[in-house]
């Protein structure tokens, strides 16, 4: 079994501060973890991922992430947030074999001027 | 190289009727995903196909059905449409030994009134 918690539906932060998106998830297996980001009215666009290789996994437009295995913990930071970082961020987790992804409920973020 | 297609964009239904939803896989994948992701949520895993047989099912109803064809499009099928079908309904690609990495359609909307 699988889950993936993630904590505040909502995060506000300024332009140019640091935007900080928690995850926790939960797995019986060595997980696979994953960020998402969707845009209103679009599809689940891949930011980065974690497959087992190093623990700080670097993404696109400047997001990384930090797989802490006893913390149970995949967060999501980008130092230096930018308007176009406003959207939807979604935190999964996959199981090597069988490829069903579990996600969380997401965190609503809003970047303000 | 083309990513997830899916098809229609927009599709609104009556209650009771029947809805087919369609999904071209990302060049070179042979396994696809279906999930449905209502207002507000993260994604649910509906099923998923590889070599055009049903490999994993979530929990979901036999109203939602599925088939994959022989190259590796597929389609979703839910008869007996109820309300709170009403959802983004998203297909993920993914190649058979990195199948827990799944690239995302835009997915399509169904509305059923």
């Known amino acids: 079994a699988q889950s993936v918690t993630q904590l505040g539906s909502h995060v506000s932060v300024s332009e140019g501060a640091l935007v900080l998106l928690r995850c926790n998830y939960s797995s019986s297996v060595p997980p696979y973890l994953f960020w998402y980001v969707q845009y209103p009215n679009q599809g689940l666009q891949l930011l980065l991922k974690y497959t087992s290789a190093a623990t700080l996994v670097k993404g696109i437009n400047g997001f990384e992430a930090e797989f802490k295995k006893s913390e149970t913990s995949f967060h999501l930071t980008k130092p230096s947030a930018h308007m176009s970082d406003a959207a939807e961020y979604f935190c999964a987790v996959s199981n090597t074999n069988a490829g069903k992804s579990t996600f969380g409920d997401g965190t609503t973020l809003t970047v303000k001027p | 190289d083309a990513g997830v297609t899916q098809s229609p964009t927009h599709l609104i239904k009556t209650r009771g009727q029947q809805v087919t939803l369609r999904c071209s896989p990302k060049s070179g994948h042979d396994t696809v995903s279906w999930y449905q992701q209502a207002l507000g949520q993260g994604p649910q895993f509906i099923f998923q196909y590889y070599e055009e047989e049903e490999r994993q099912r979530g929990n979901f109803p036999d109203r939602f059905s599925g088939h994959q064809f022989p190259n590796y499009s597929s389609e979703l099928n839910v008869n007996a449409l109820l309300l709170g079908d009403s959802a983004l309904y998203l297909c993920?690609?993914?190649?058979?030994?990195?199948?827990?990495?799944?690239?995302f359609g835009p997915g399509t909307r169904l509305t059923v009134t």
């Open positions: 993920a690609s993914s190649l058979g030994d990195r199948v827990y990495e799944q690239y």
